[in-house]
């Protein structure tokens, strides 16, 4: 998948370099919700991706359990946390909050060398910094200390390709002043931005929104933030999607993750295959003459054979000057 397309036609991509602290990459999104069991074994069946650790005696010092009920309680199942390995958690706490970032959990040694610290973000949504030395990657547990390993027989067969965290997307009442705040506490720029006017995807009429997208200096660690349009041409009986999002989740939250496959069309006939047995389902596809736009917009990189691949598996295809994104959205995963 290529990287998030710059949208607007007035957008200059430019790369200030302006992060507060040395963000490395997305390290985990944490999940709260009533039954993590049953949850934990459907998101491992139908994304291919099967279960390395688990914590069932303790649990990460920032959890606790009457939060996390009235969390589930107002929410549903969805995402508390997402997690950013930064070069140094101490370092990258300090900076946020100096520079305007509201305090959730202060800096707490794991063991190991491994820290962890978290602030508010948007919403009941937290950004959580964990960083810890090189060295520690030899460390037994695969996620972080306390945690154990979990014994997958026959896992190997259990991966349909997705690699790794693309993007987050929350979605909000308004960007202004929720934007500002993420950009002035992580330093981090805005690579991208759309508004209603350049959505290009099946459910455009239904799902009007204006976006922004913040990257690290890397552009490896994507921050994405949207808002509701109101007052755009729509079917009376038609819900936007965003605005949905907003009254159905209880205000402000983590609308997707965007997981990164470097062969979609196979990974997306994978997870098809299991969505019947209890795996996700996809959202309708785009009508048919979608693709007459994509054999202009993306013809001179995608064969016939591809685009007609992506037609038959409902594939929405964008193209900006980093190249061409295949893209597609689940129904809702969770229980709202």
Not at 185 to 191: A, D, N, S
Not at 230 to 238: A, C, I
Not at 305 to 319: F, H, P, S, T
Request: aromatic share 8%; hydrophobic share 45%; glycine share 8%.
């Amino acid at each position: 998948m290529a990287s998030s397309p710059a949208g607007h036609p007035s957008f200059v991509r430019v790369n200030p370099r302006s992060d507060r602290f040395h963000a490395l990459t997305f390290h985990h999104v944490e999940l709260w919700c009533a039954d993590a069991a049953s949850a934990a074994g459907r998101f491992s069946f139908a994304l291919g991706v099967p279960a390395a650790a688990d914590a069932s005696t303790a649990s990460l010092p920032s959890f606790s359990a009457p939060s996390a009920r009235r969390f589930a309680a107002d929410h549903g199942l969805a995402v508390r946390a997402v997690g950013v390995r930064v070069a140094d958690t101490e370092e990258a706490f300090r900076a946020s909050v100096d520079a305007g970032a509201r305090l959730a959990f202060e800096p707490v040694e794991l063991g190991l060398g491994f820290r962890l610290a978290e602030v508010e973000l948007y919403g009941d949504v937290v950004l959580r910094y964990v960083s810890y030395p090189d060295a520690a990657t030899t460390y037994d547990a695969p996620f972080l200390p306390g945690f154990e390993n979990v014994s997958n027989q026959g896992a190997r067969a259990l991966d349909y390709g997705l690699s790794r965290i693309d993007h987050v997307v929350g979605i909000v009442p308004k960007l202004d002043p929720v934007a500002p705040y993420m950009a002035g506490f992580t330093g981090f720029h805005e690579i991208a931005e759309f508004t209603a006017e350049d959505a290009m995807t099946s459910t455009a009429a239904e799902s009007a929104l204006n976006t922004v997208v913040l990257a690290n200096n890397s552009e490896n660690v994507l921050l994405v933030l949207s808002e509701p349009v109101h007052g755009t041409e729509q079917r009376r009986d038609q819900i936007h999607v965003i605005q949905a999002y907003l009254d159905h989740h209880g205000g402000p939250g983590v609308q997707h993750v965007a997981l990164a496959s470097d062969d979609m069309l196979r990974t997306l006939r994978e997870m098809r295959a299991r969505s019947a047995m209890g795996g996700f389902e996809f959202l309708a596809p785009p009508p048919p003459n979608y693709y007459e736009g994509v054999r202009r917009r993306a013809g001179d990189v995608l064969s016939e054979a591809q685009i007609n691949e992506c037609k038959e598996l409902g594939v929405l295809v964008d193209r900006d000057d980093q190249g061409v994104l295949l893209q597609i959205f689940t129904k809702p995963v969770g229980d709202r």
